[in-house]
């Protein structure tokens, strides 16, 4: 299935053993503080169609009662400019080596048939680091599968606290987002552009299973769906997810000693597993309660 990179991967899944969310309340747990406060854990889609657009009652329910949201990154201040800065100066091959020449031949060519699929030949990208081509790649897949990031959950509540005023923060920054891609081995960037680019004509339907698990909560299948990947890339799980946890595990904590609410919405690998936020926050003492349950 298709690995989303760090910046848009897609759905959420609970930690191991624990229960699905029975009520439909979806994908939101609430967090009691020692100072009164709570922080709702809520697990995103970063793209959704049309069709399916219209959020679980659960992210009503945190929203409503936070009086902050915060995200992966603030998309109230995102600065695209810095994000082109950003790749202008680090997303380039070194003189002389081209996508060709580190991907080799015959690898050049199986990804190249499948870019060719969404419109962009290889050689046309060609000085790129695979880091940078794979997040090219991403607007032309969801357009393919017929997905809108201004649907995904983070849009729709960025405009409803731009709406009512509610102020709404970032766990990090594009560019440290960015960084962290940057920041892989040549290697693991072919690996992470290679599972951007396997299983193309198999995502529509793999997306709707997510899609559904998602929205169902259902631990099991979002687990599976997840992990299984990236099970067979640990370098790419460790920098993508495992140490961008544990960077903001003392941030969710820290809203945690607040007297207000806060809603704090992250995208599915950052919540599911032994290493997920939900599984971080048990180790210290902390425990989530999915919304909804008794």
């Known amino acids: ?50 069709a399916q657009s219209r959020l679980p009652p659960g992210f009503d329910t945190a929203y409503r009662d936070a009086e902050q949201l915060v995200m992966e990154i603030d998309f109230d201040d995102l600065d695209e400019l810095a994000a082109g800065e950003y790749l202008a100066a680090n997303g380039f091959l070194a003189d002389g080596e081209t996508l060709r020449t580190l991907l080799g031949p015959a690898r050049f060519e199986r990804l190249d048939r499948e870019a060719r699929k969404l419109g962009l030949p290889l ?13 090219g790649l991403l607007p032309m897949m969801f357009v393919k599968l017929d997905l809108d990031l201004a649907l995904g959950v983070e849009r729709q509540l960025v405009a409803r606290a731009l709406a009512d005023g509610k102020p709404i923060g970032g766990l990090e ?65 460790g920098a993508l997810v495992t140490a961008r946890n544990q960077r903001w ?21 950052h919540l599911v597993g032994e290493d997920g936020l939900l599984e971080l926050l048990e180790r210290r003492g902390i425990t989530p309660r999915a919304l909804g349950s008794r």
């Not at 050689?123 to 997040?135: C, F």
């Not at 594009?174 to 198999?202: H, K, N």
């Not at 990947?229 to 799980?237: D, I, S």
């Not at 941030?251 to 992250?266: C, E, G, S």
């Open 1 to 50: 299935m298709i690995r989303w990179p760090a910046a848009a991967a897609c759905l959420v899944a609970m930690a191991a053993g624990a229960a699905a969310n029975a009520d439909g309340a979806g994908p939101v747990w609430a967090i009691q503080g020692p100072n009164g406060g709570t922080v709702y854990l809520a697990g995103s889609v970063h793209v959704l169609d049309p």
């Open 123 to 135: 050689d046309s990208v060609a000085t790129l680091e695979p880091w940078a081509v794979a997040m």
């Open 173 to 237: 920054t594009i560019e440290e987002q960015l960084a962290v891609l940057d920041g892989l081995s040549l290697e693991d960037q072919a690996t992470f552009l290679e599972q951007t680019l396997d299983e193309l004509d198999a995502a529509p339907t793999e997306v709707r299973r997510m899609i559904d698990a998602w929205r169902r909560a259902d631990t099991g299948a979002l687990a599976h769906l997840l992990l299984d990947e990236y099970g067979k890339a640990p370098a790419l799980y």
């Open 249 to 269: 595990i003392p941030q969710i904590v820290a809203l945690l000693a607040r007297p207000d609410d806060t809603l704090v919405v992250v995208g599915a690998l």
